[in-house]
């Protein structure tokens, strides 16, 4: 907790370090209260910078002693900092041994416990939370480490790399030595020191070379490990496959901890993660858990390439590692969908996720470049703008010169880069050195104003038919708008995948003036200009601009398309990205001439001949279905308009899923009934689309009932909830009853919780579901606000305290925005109750209103003055501190 004055870090400042500390011992005697923790370092000189003083990061530590070779040593503490003025002669040993106290340490940054056994988290600057260090990623150093502890209740001792002794102690103590013999930056280092059990699998690797991979879980929960073991396994096989890059260790080890502030963490050989992206079976998983499991457990192996053997310089270049992960994830889930339809799904639950946050992040008070130019507190910058638009400016990358060319630029990524501290421009000029000739070899320069350039780009669309000439122009421009600090932006290379289709639905061979002939249907234009042309030639009739192909680019599309032109691109596309956004374009289009009009609301005919067509068509896979009838979430709408008013897009966005609802309630049973799965579960994206398909089907069944009180499809839905053989569809009959607000749903609510009340991550889903209910006069908002008082609630948890809080403030607009203010009153409270326990979480929930000043009044000032009291406290964490100071400055 710190007072006003916070200190700005900035990109331009970057020095790099006085000193190397080449190798470091650490033993560790655990102790939940007070653990002793002795460093021996080999500290080096930097002699391509001038003699400084030696400055080693710590915080919340109690320094026990400091020796210089062995010999005491005059010290001092400066901001938080141990310095050494006169430290001796380089090369030298410093030894420090200094106490922290995990069972305290509430912040989950550093060493703490979880559930009687001890874990770490150290990126990014939790490493000085355990002993003082140069904790900054370009310091890298070859780690031994020893830990010693009682051994009846931490039977298991972790470290990275490998185990090199272990033996008893007196006292029933015990100990093990680990040592990784790859240097790697302190963000990177694991202990795990508790009651665990593994589930063990030895692989054979292309190359010949044995591996021991483990997943350790607490003893009840070793039957939910399999599906994490398979992730593995596939990714360890994937990335061999796709990159040529292997393992390189003996044995990878991955821990489940159920108090973790984030996903996954990819520490070398010693993965940490959240339990709920490690634990999974039929029964408490639903197929979306299970996806989720293969992109983290993938994520976080891939960073041992990217992130790990080649590392960030600074944490301005986070995206250098995150960005390129999130994409190697992300096809790597692609890859093992298999069909293009499959990897078409994932696409576009990809941008749906990139819409839903990332782009409100680059219209609000937070927008910041991929690579950001300051920061207060790193850990804020965690963001959906490094992580996911990180991703799409890798993937564009890979757009502009071809999936071989991007894997010849890693090939040499690596060659240049194994073992260093980078920079995002290093990677950059890779991907463009391997491929001289492409156009973002031509245009590198300009392409990087994606690292430095924050703000989602519009692009406008404008097409031309002249029947005589029977050419086609299109017109394309760019332009993106103010973010704070940048005023003025200059045009990105932007890759605008595109086809031209007929009337008829076919697709047109292409065909440029000045090219001999056509090229094929589909083809990347290159916009780098604020306003291109392109004139095709050869069209015999005016065909329908599809652009944008497989969101090609992290932009806006703003085009001119009409209804009839949508209902084409709907039906016949061949792009199913294009052929979904056109479906959702369709319904955006409606939903919004009501908001903006008298409220009114009333589906034509031809919106619902479209969507009965793609419900019914032979062809498409039911994954895809559900996609396409599922509507644009209430904050994706409000992203569309100028002044945001929650419970008018609630209520309209409502009219139209009942309207939807009674106006196909036949398709919707068919669809029901023909999408059941028969036998065992699988999570393979065949039978999950079926049971999405089918579980959107009976959640608007139960709504049109609702509506009328008819009891038969809640009936069926609550005999379904019952009867169910696996989370998936118990879970989705369960939201189901909630989003009608049916009677039944206190029935099957009560009985869900007592089944499942051991499993905290299924109550998780309990507390999750009921915050996200659709709102229905207030019931939801009295309901979360009564959960606070339930006994299994807890704001020490993340997981609990997200899936309560976080639910409500972030994924219930209609909940959370009332007219009284009473739901900021409660996300102030809220926020300063998490700071004093979990900054890291607090400023989490403290972007809930980042997009305050879109809002309509009353919402506006009551969200100002929510804001401004949270402001207001003495006593803020940094993290919490700087959200809420950027979203009050003008
Ligand atoms: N690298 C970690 C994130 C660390 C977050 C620190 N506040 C997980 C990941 O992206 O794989
Ligand atoms: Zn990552």
Request: hydrophobic share 40%; glycine share 6%.
């Amino acid at each position: 907790m710190r007072e006003a004055t916070a200190v700005v870090i900035r990109r331009e400042d970057y020095a790099p370090p006085p000193y190397w500390i080449r190798t470091v011992e650490l033993t560790f005697d655990l102790d939940p209260a007070k653990t002793i923790v002795t460093s021996r370092m080999q500290i080096e000189r930097n002699e391509a910078v001038p003699a400084q003083p030696l400055k080693l990061h710590g915080e919340d530590l109690n320094l026990l002693r400091v020796l210089a070779n062995g010999e005491s040593v005059s010290f001092r503490h400066e901001d938080g900092c141990l310095v050494i003025d006169n430290p001796p002669p380089a090369p030298f040993t410093l030894e420090v041994r200094n106490t922290c106290a995990p069972e305290k340490n509430t912040q989950l940054s550093g060493l703490y416990t979880s559930g009687g056994g001890f874990f770490t988290q150290c990126e990014a600057q939790g490493f000085r939370r355990i002993t003082y260090f140069l904790d900054r990623p370009d310091v890298m150093s070859v780690y031994t480490v020893t830990l010693r502890a009682d051994k009846a209740k931490y039977p298991v001792l972790l470290s990275n790399g490998n185990l090199i002794e272990q033996g008893d102690l007196e006292g029933g103590r015990h100990y093990a030595k680990w040592h990784d013999p790859f240097p790697k930056p302190s963000y990177l280092f694991a202990l795990v020191a508790a009651n665990l059990v593994c589930r063990e699998q030895k692989i054979r690797a292309r190359s010949g070379r044995e591996h021991l991979l483990q997943v350790y879980v607490r003893a009840g929960d070793l039957d939910k490990t399999e599906h994490a073991m398979r992730s593995l396994m596939a990714s360890i096989a994937w990335d061999e496959a796709r990159f040529g890059l292997s393992l390189d260790l003996d044995r990878f080890m991955i821990v489940a901890v159920s108090d973790f502030n984030m996903g996954a963490m990819e520490n070398k050989g010693l993965n940490i993660f959240n339990t709920k992206y490690v634990l999974a079976n039929p029964a408490t998983a639903t197929d979306t858990d299970y996806s989720g499991i293969e992109s983290v457990v993938g994520h976080e192996y891939f960073h041992n390439w990217t992130g790990n053997r080649v590392t960030c310089r600074d944490w301005f270049q986070l995206s250098l590692k995150e960005g390129l992960t999130v994409f190697r994830d992300q096809e790597f889930s692609q890859d093992l969908a298999g069909s293009p339809s499959a990897r078409a799904v994932k696409r576009i639950d990809d941008v749906r996720l990139l819409r839903q946050h990332q782009f409100p992040e680059d219209a609000g008070p937070m927008a910041h470049p991929v690579r950001p130019d300051s920061y207060v507190a790193i850990d804020n910058f965690y963001t959906a703008t490094v992580y996911d638009k990180g991703a799409e400016v890798v993937r564009m990358m890979q757009t502009l010169v071809g999936r071989e060319g991007f894997a010849r630029g890693m090939t040499l990524y690596f060659q240049r880069h194994d073992g260093q501290a980078v920079t995002c421009d290093d990677f950059a000029q890779a991907i463009a050195d391997a491929n001289p000739g492409s156009p973002l070899a031509e245009r590198l320069e300009q392409f990087k104003r994606w690292y430095s350039q924050a703000g989602t780009p519009r692009v406008t669309s404008r097409g031309h038919y002249n029947a005589e000439t029977q050419t086609y122009t299109l017109e394309l421009s760019q332009h993106c708008p103010p973010t704070p600090g940048q005023a003025d932006k200059q045009p990105f290379v932007i890759p605008v995948a595109m086809g031209l289709i007929g009337r008829d639905g076919l697709p047109l061979p292409l065909q440029l003036v000045g090219e001999s002939a056509p090229v094929g249907t589909d083809r990347v234009l290159v916009l780098h200009e604020a306003t291109q042309r392109y004139e095709f030639v050869g069209l015999e009739v005016e065909p329908v601009p599809s652009l944008l192909r497989g969101f090609s680019a992290p932009v806006v599309l703003e085009d001119t398309l009409s209804d009839a032109e949508l209902l084409i691109l709907l039906a016949h596309d061949c792009d199913p990205f294009n052929r979904w956004e056109a479906g959702q374009r369709l319904a955006l289009n409606r939903l919004l001439a009501a908001i903006k009009g008298d409220g009114r609301l009333h589906l034509d005919e031809p919106f619902l001949d479209a969507m009965k067509a793609v419900l019914h068509h032979p062809a498409l896979d039911p994954a895809f279905k559900e996609l396409v009838l599922t509507l644009p979430s209430e904050s994706y709408i409000a992203e569309q308009l100028e002044q945001v008013d929650p419970q008018r897009i609630h209520t309209v966005r409502e009219t139209m899923r009942l309207q939807l609802a009674q106006c196909l309630h036949a398709d919707w049973e068919w669809a029901f009934e023909h999408h059941q799965v028969q036998g065992g579960y699988s999570p393979e994206p065949g039978q999950a689309g079926r049971r999405a398909l089918a579980n959107l089907a009976l959640g608007y069944l139960c709504l049109a009932a609702a509506e009328k009180n008819l009891p038969v499809w809640p009936g069926k839905a609550y005999q379904r909830f019952k009867d169910a053989t696996n989370m998936t569809d118990r879970l989705g009959a369960l939201a189901a009853l909630v989003g009608a607000h049916h009677d039944l749903a206190e029935v099957a609510l009560e009985r869900f919780h007592q089944m499942f009340k051991d499993e905290a991550l299924v109550i998780d889903k309990w507390f999750a579901l009921q915050a996200t209910a659709p709102e229905k006069e207030g019931r939801v908002f009295t309901r979360v606000k009564q959960l606070m008082a339930h006994p299994d609630f807890s704001l020490r948890n993340p997981n609990r305290a997200r899936s309560l809080i976080n639910a409500l403030c972030f994924s219930n607009p209609a909940a959370f925005h009332r007219a009284d203010a009473a739901g900021y009153v409660f996300w102030a409270d809220r926020v300063l109750e998490l700071d004093a326990i979990n900054p890291q979480l607090a400023a989490r929930l403290a972007r809930a209103l980042d997009r305050w000043k879109q809002l309509a009044e009353p919402y506006r000032s009551a969200a100002r003055e929510a804001i401004a009291r949270v402001a207001a406290k003495a006593e803020l964490s940094d993290d919490v501190r700087e959200i809420v100071t950027r979203a009050l400055a003008e």
